[in-house]
């Protein structure tokens, strides 16, 4: 937000230490600031720094503002997430950004000289995926909208009637009893905390974030259940660095209780005799980030084109497969009944197949 305010600094020595003038413009004023006392000219630059990302946390623009005339879509979006910023997750912080990154020339054209043929022909030439590019348009079309909606800069919005390249379904990844017996075997002989969270993934379907965030007290080896309350995920700091520790899971959905099979009671049990170290904030898992690159680097010593996510999908097959229906796997796997039929349509169909049969045979019957 600070290089979109007009702004100029100064600075004196004085007998009393160095002095920093920021002079700026709001309200189509200019206005100053300053401040004084440093033994090094280099504190009062630091302090000028300072005093103008006060200013600009705090800056409030109005529709008649002269910055808003020509501004960007790359330079609204510090305007949108001051306004949304109760609504921003991290990872749709990240999103936003990688969207603004991915089409710069776009987000740095003034917006009322953003066209819809422009705006057409970067998605025809873009070299993302059609998913990709669609994800990140959605997320200009939400930008634009609340420029029109709440500070009355454009008229109608040029992302209207663009049109998308087809998304073609990619088929679900899952892996064989068999193969994952061999990547269990592999891990526990070479990586066993690893070879936990892997089976957690298998045999309950957990999000590789809701495996790293269990603690003993979310789960009831007596009762063989599995409590999932929340995620060790990563957070955006203050200077714009990450942190990772336990938050609020994806969705509301997410929050469930899931039954665990023997196996996993088994292997939980053994765990939880072996005293792994437990994390300060009580996960069972002593990780130091949420990234997944560690685990499925050696998943793929033994499956080369298999992640930790894989075994989510793998699990939620394995349930529709067996019959379970979709209302049931949906609660089980933290999603919704929508997402499962679109997610894991071929064997939705499969069971909408198998269960015209067996009308078919019921009603034969007569």
């Known amino acids: 937000m600070d290089d979109m305010i007009p702004h100029a600094f100064h ?25 004084q006392g440093f033994s090094q000219k280099s504190l009062a630059k630091a302090a000028g720094e300072k005093l103008l990302k006060e200013i600009a946390e705090n ?3 109005t529709p008649a503002d002269p910055l808003m005339q020509n501004i960007t879509l790359k330079q609204f979006w510090a305007i949108y997430q001051i306004d949304k910023k109760k609504q ?21 054209i003034p917006l009322p000289d953003l066209t819809r043929a422009y705006i057409q022909n970067c998605v025809n030439e873009s070299k993302l995926s059609a998913s990709t590019v669609e994800l990140y348009m959605s997320k200009f079309k939400v930008m634009i909208r609340h420029a029109i909606t709440f500070y009355e800069l454009l008229r109608k919005s040029p992302m209207d009637g663009i049109v998308y390249p087809e998304i ?9 009893t068999k193969e994952f017996n061999c990547l269990y075997a592999y891990l526990h002989e070479n990586q066993y905390m690893l070879s936990v969270m892997a089976a957690v993934g298998y045999y309950a379907g957990l999000r590789y974030g809701e495996i790293a965030g269990l603690t003993w007290a979310s789960i009831d080896l007596d009762k063989k259940e ?3 309350i929340r995620q060790f995920k990563r957070f955006r700091t203050a200077e714009k660095t990450y942190e990772y520790k336990l938050g609020k899971l994806k969705t509301s959905n997410s929050k469930r209780t899931i039954p665990m099979p023997i196996t996993l009671q088994r292997i ?3 765990y939880k005799e072996a005293k792994f170290p437990v994390a ?11 990234e997944t690159n560690i685990i499925n680097h050696h998943i793929k010593k033994v499956l080369p084109d298999t992640s930790i996510h894989v075994l989510r999908h793998t699990y939620a097959t394995t349930l529709l497969a067996r019959g379970v229906d979709i209302k049931t796997v949906a609660a089980l796997l933290g999603d919704t009944v929508e997402t499962v039929i679109k ?10 197949r198998n269960a015209a049969q067996n009308i078919q045979n019921i009603f034969d019957l007569e």
């Not at 004196?12 to 100053?32: E, M, N």
């Open 59 to 61: 800056y409030v623009p």
């Open 226 to 228: 599995l409590k999932v």
């Open 11 to 35: 600075y004196r020595k004085k007998s009393t230490g160095w002095q920093v003038i920021l002079s700026y413009k709001a309200d189509g004023k200019w206005k100053q600031k300053s401040k």
């Open 343 to 352: 997610k894991y349509v071929h064997y939705s169909e499969e069971m909408r």
């Open 168 to 176: 073609n379904e990619e088929e679900i990844q899952t892996i064989s």
């Open 268 to 270: 939980l049990t053994e």
């Open 280 to 290: 300060p904030d009580g996960r069972i898992f002593y990780l130091k980030n949420s």
């Open 88 to 108: 921003l997750s991290d990872g749709s912080i990240d999103v936003y950004e990688n969207a603004i990154a991915a089409f710069s020339d776009l987000c740095n």
